[in-house]
């Protein structure tokens, strides 16, 4: 039973334009989300995060907001840029735990 | 200049052939962990361990084991039992198991022969 969904898995977004990529959760111990954005061949690298405690964090071009009550969460870039052309993971965790990982979402960004 | 390494970056394993993956991190971190990637899917916990000495089954730890005799090391032995080995291997490490965000190293593709 996958406890972390991601349901799309891939996104084309035109160069300079918005990019949202979602995330669902099942499980209500989870209390920290993280993003990791994900070239072939390579390992994850760490974007962003957010305690269940706030709605909205931002850095940069990254913004991540968390709806608790829909267990719902999305990562927004803006603007796109190539260099965004990744497969993007969203991951859950409950204190003490490993993270749980969703299938990742392909964002392609066309110029 | 700080980072975790994994090596080799490509590893080959026969049929009934134990493999150690190596994963090595100068962060000072105390947390390691080991996660597996398939085609399509997401990353899914092996091993994690918080402390030296100490280690914990994640969601997939049949046919895997490991050791974590110094904080720098937290090697991945790939058993024969594991019937299904081909993947990739992430290893990750955390300043402590408190401390949410994981930093990943390069990873190891193992096939089998």
């Known amino acids: 039973d996958q406890q972390v969904k991601q349901n799309s898995p891939s996104l084309s977004v035109q160069e300079g334009r918005i990019s949202i990529l979602n995330c669902d959760y099942t499980?209500?111990?989870?209390?920290?989300f993280l993003w990791y954005k994900k070239y072939p061949a390579e390992g994850p690298t760490f974007l962003i995060s957010i305690s269940s405690i706030k709605d909205k964090n931002e850095d940069g071009r990254f913004t991540v907001f968390l709806n608790k009550s829909a267990k719902h969460l999305s990562l927004h870039i803006v603007p796109s840029q190539p260099g965004d052309s990744a497969v993007y993971f969203c991951a859950a965790s409950a204190l003490g735990d490993g993270l749980t990982f969703g299938k990742g979402t392909h964002l392609i960004i066309q110029p | 200049d700080g980072g975790i390494t994994q090596s080799p970056k490509y590893l080959f394993r026969k049929e009934g052939q134990n493999v150690t993956l190596s994963c090595e991190q100068n962060?000072?971190?105390?947390?390691m962990y080991w996660y597996r990637q398939d085609p399509g899917q997401g990353l899914r916990l092996i091993y994690y361990s918080q402390i030296v000495n100490d280690f914990q089954k994640g969601d997939i730890a049949e046919g895997y084991s490991v050791s974590r005799e110094k904080k720098e090391s937290f090697p991945l032995t790939v058993t024969s039992a594991q019937k299904n080995p081909t993947a990739f291997y992430l290893c990750a490490s955390s300043i402590n198991v408190g401390s949410r965000t994981q930093y990943f190293g390069p990873g190891t593709r193992l096939l089998v022969l």
């Open positions: 499980n209500s111990m989870f209390d920290y």
């Open positions: 962060l000072n971190h105390d947390a």
